[in-house]
């Protein structure tokens, strides 16, 4: 799989309005997150219908917080495996929100976000795991400056406001499968 201006091939393009260019350039950070919608609902349009800014908000009680919510990631793996880009990884998406890795704040101006269709404490699928580490080599091989020891979960870089990807997501499993890259 290839990219081409920041797209990768091996995703399904769906192009989200929230996003902006990035003050360097630099991608050096990968962010995994998890997301549902509504919480811990599978399989619906919710979450492409956020990430472009047209979520019917009227479809469930929960979606009343989210109304103007300018929100997006570079990618989101569904349960059954299929990748949704929604920015180019040239660009800044609007995943990690307050956030700092290391000595260094604003970490969407330098980190590429994917989502996993999923929750805390909900195992992630073997399609899922497969089409991630197949997304990541693909990123790392592209990207130079990633590497396995540059992949954070969004609770790594955001402690006190997020969890996620949480305690069901298999981190032996997911970098036992890059170490060999």
């Known amino acids: 799989m290839s990219f081409d201006f920041g797209w990768y091939s091996g995703a399904r393009r769906s192009e989200s309005p929230h996003f902006n260019q990035r003050p360097l ?3 050096s950070l990968l962010v995994i997150h998890n997301i549902s919608l509504p919480a811990g609902c ?4 919710y979450i492409d219908q956020l990430f472009k800014g047209c979520l019917d908000i ?15 990631a570079h990618f ?18 609007w ?7 290391g ?3 604003n970490c969407n101006d330098f980190s590429i976000g994917i989502e996993l269709e999923g929750t805390d404490t909900d195992a992630y699928t073997d399609a899922q795991y497969q089409k991630l580490t197949e997304l990541t080599q693909a990123l790392m091989a592209q990207y130079p400056s990633l590497s396995a020891e540059r992949i954070v ?5 955001a402690p006190m406001r997020k969890t996620d990807p949480g305690q069901s997501f ?4 997911y970098l036992e499968t890059l170490r060999g890259f």
Do not use: K, M, N, T
Not at 42 to 45: D, N, T, W
Not at 58 to 72: E, I, K, R
Not at 153 to 157: A, F, S
Not at 170 to 173: A, I, V
């Open 170 to 173: 298999d981190w032996e499993r």
């Open 25 to 27: 350039g630099e991608v």
């Open 42 to 45: 599978f399989g619906l349009p």
């Open 95 to 101: 995943h990690a929100g307050v956030s700092r890795y």
């Open 76 to 93: 989101l793996i569904r349960r059954d495996g299929e990748c949704v880009q929604y920015v180019s990884c040239g660009d800044r998406a």
């Open 103 to 105: 000595e260094r704040e």
């Open 153 to 157: 979960g969004h609770c790594d870089i």
């Open 58 to 72: 009227q479809a469930d009680d929960s979606f009343v917080d989210l109304v103007g919510l300018q929100v997006s």
